[in-house]
């Protein structure tokens, strides 16, 4: 297979950790630039866990580009209660030297698709902000977007409100304005995320990789595992945002369904909510291929071959 260029946007987050772990370790993707958005903490924060872990992972040549602080239209939410206060609360990492680009998120969305052939995919596992104002700021670069792939929504339960999911509620607009810009969109939702379980024997098995990835897994989970457990009675913490990464090494990996989606974009009891037509009531056109189902055992063998794929040490010192 070519090796797929993607970019990634996400708001780290224990699983988006997870998640740049195995999009900047994999041979297969040519990561073009890690984007920031405020999500499970404020931006500040944010953009500094994802500079802790490239730093850990000895790879800091992979540019990192802060972009939107707050969503288009609706307040500011946060996830203390599962990232705790820093967003990535549990590793202790050293003195931080990378820093983020000083280009904002928005601008280098836009100047690197549009400088593109057009063969840019795009991951998101936060709340859509940043690449929807970049369809804002730039319609054009719609065209260039190969697929956007999210870890985002649910067509059953949410996990913020019985009807949605965090990084669609936490700013809907922008996941209305993503969703209808008319390319191919692979949403990975809760439905199929909640499957892939982190369980004690899971983080087990990660740790007897014993490299420098695998014992920052092993740091992470320690944490998001125990909040996991503690706000929705989950024996292994939901590893929501890798699925994305790993959908895109094995394209097998996760079936999916055509669905018309629509966001609710009410402002009511429902706001936020990813309806996906599965049986097609409305008549409508499919604007989303929706996962349905994974192979649960495959992607714990991709994040264990992610993780092993680091060397022992890193660049921790
Ligand atoms: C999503 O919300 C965040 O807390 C996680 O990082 C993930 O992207 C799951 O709903
Ligand atoms: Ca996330």
């Known amino acids: 297979m070519a090796v797929q260029k993607i970019l990634y946007d996400c708001d780290p987050g224990h699983d988006d950790a997870v998640a740049l772990m195995l999009a900047a370790g994999s041979p297969e993707l040519e990561l073009l630039g890690v984007t920031i958005v405020a999500g499970n903490q404020t931006l500040d924060n944010t953009g500094r866990n994802a500079c802790h872990v490239l730093q850990w992972l000895g790879r800091e040549e992979i540019p990192v ?84 792939v999210l870890m985002g929504g649910s067509y059953t339960n949410g996990n913020v409100t019985p009807a949605a999911e965090f990084n669609i509620l936490a700013d809907p607009e922008a996941a209305h304005v993503c969703f209808t810009a008319g390319r191919p969109v692979t949403m990975i939702g809760l439905d199929v995320t909640r499957k892939v379980l982190c369980y004690p024997e899971i983080v087990e098995r990660m740790a007897r990789a014993d490299t420098c990835a695998s014992r920052l897994f092993v740091d992470l989970m320690g944490h998001f595992c125990r909040t996991q457990k503690e706000v929705f009675g989950w024996e292994g913490g939901p590893l929501h945002d890798p699925v994305t990464i790993a959908s895109l090494l094995d394209p097998a990996l996760v079936v999916t369904k055509p669905m018309n989606v629509r966001i609710d974009l009410s402002h009511g009891e429902s ?39 680091y060397s022992e040490t890193g660049k921790q010192a």
């Open 65 to 148: 580009y802060t972009g939107c602080e707050r969503p288009m239209v609706r307040d500011r939410v946060t996830a203390g209660d599962i990232h705790g206060e820093t967003g990535l609360d549990g590793p202790v990492f050293p003195p931080l030297r990378k820093r983020p680009e000083p280009e904002h998120a928005v601008r280098f969305l836009v100047r690197t698709l549009m400088s593109s052939q057009g063969d840019v995919t795009v991951v998101t596992s936060g709340p859509m902000t940043n690449l929807a104002m970049a369809l804002r700021m730039e319609p054009a670069a719609a065209e260039k977007i190969r697929r956007i």
């Open 271 to 309: 706001y936020g909510r990813t309806n996906c037509d599965a049986f097609g009531y409305l008549g409508l056109p499919a604007t989303a291929d929706v996962a349905v189902d994974i192979d649960v055992p495959r992607f714990w063998d991709i994040i264990e071959t992610g993780l092993r794929r």
